[in-house]
């Protein structure tokens, strides 16, 4: 088997002699002359030199091949983890930007009060980013909403059904419905009919990110579209800017809580309203998602029913559809 195979491994990643020499902690020379050398024992070029250093089809192989190695010993490592008992280790975990300081303080703290050894590496990244972070062995496991296309190779726990809901505060209530303000928001807590907040400014995420394609499928139904002022990512970003008059915006059940927080700090009488959508019949399954082929030390599976527990313990106040 080639030795120090993770010096490929990074090569292939980083595709680049000097970036990889310092995340592997050696140094240039070193790498070029690993490389060489593995190149005569094999008889075939790995990399491409020009115009641009890249993989070759042989390059590709190795490379698949030797994460393969990769996570058969990152399971071996598990399964002797489990015979000594260990309750030292690593866990890496990714989240995306917006769920991060609603989980993960508290769960920070649970976990290592359980076990205070075992290190928490939390990666803030997009989904699609953790889908191939895991695939490649870079995550243990991520929390997002299930891909349209789920991989063949990741095993999807469902923790949670999300849907998706309007918020919008009274000042912005009372500027585009100013006749039936305020009677207006009891009508609401029914549902809203999205055909009537054409003329409102919106804050949306950017297009293909799970919410963003669960509303505008439903729009499509509608056969309309909303006036869209911004698109951002962050949906702490999108409910304080509402809470500013900015903009209305819309909210995913898990950030629900995070509403009715920012209602309890407002100085301001404008206060947030959060009504459910008329006819929106879809929703999101919210999922815990690792390879298909990992295997976990007890720490690990510890660390999952840890975040099962924190969402089915959420309060999410989640408003009546009629």
């Given amino acids: ?28 020379q070193c790498l070029s002359k690993y490389l060489k050398g593995i190149e005569e024992d094999y008889g075939v070029a790995f990399f491409e030199r020009k115009p641009k250093f890249s993989l070759t089809p042989a390059g590709e192989i190795m490379f698949q091949t030797l994460k393969q190695i990769e ?5 071996l490592e598990s399964r002797l983890a489990e015979i000594k008992e260990a309750k030292s280790g690593v866990i890496r975990f990714g989240i995306t930007e917006g769920r991060y300081p609603i989980l993960i303080p508290k769960l920070i703290k649970d976990f290592y009060e359980m076990y205070p050894d075992v290190k928490l590496v939390i990666r803030n990244k997009t989904s699609p980013e953790m889908r191939e972070m895991a695939l490649n ?21 469902v923790i949670l059904k999300e849907t ?17 303000f305020p009677q207006c928001r009891s009508e609401f807590q ?9 003329e409102v400014p ?9 919410s963003r394609n669960m509303l505008d499928r439903h729009l499509k139904k509608l056969e309309i579209s909303l006036r869209c002022v911004n698109e951002l990512t962050q949906p702490d970003i999108h409910h304080r800017l509402t809470a500013e ?3 209305a915006s ?6 629900l809580p995070e509403v009715a927080q920012l209602n309890r700090l407002s100085t301001t009488r404008s206060s947030l309203n959060i009504f459910p959508i008329k006819d929106f019949r879809e929703s999101s399954d919210l999922s815990l998602i690792y390879h298909k082929n990992k295997i976990f030390p007890s720490y690990t599976r510890d660390f999952i029913k840890l975040i099962k527990q924190h969402c089915s313990e959420q309060p999410y106040p989640v408003p009546e559809v009629y």
């Fill in 137 to 157: 062995n870079e995550l243990d496991l991520f929390m997002a909403g299930v891909d349209p296309t789920p991989s063949e190779y990741l095993h999807y726990d």
């Fill in 190 to 198: 029914h549902g809203v009919d999205l055909r009537l907040f054409q």
């Fill in 202 to 210: 919106f804050v949306l995420n950017h297009k293909n990110f799970n």
């Fill in 250 to 255: 819309f909210c995913l059940t898990m950030y």
């Fill in 164 to 180: 998706l809901f309007l918020v919008i505060s009274d000042n912005l209530l009372r500027r585009y419905f100013p006749h039936s």
């Fill in 71 to 75: 996570l058969a010993e990152q399971n």
């Fill in 1 to 28: 088997m080639i030795s120090n195979y993770k010096y490929f491994i990074v090569l292939a990643e980083e595709l680049n002699i000097s970036n990889a020499a310092k995340r592997l902690y050696i140094s240039h």
């Fill in 245 to 247: 008059d900015y903009a």
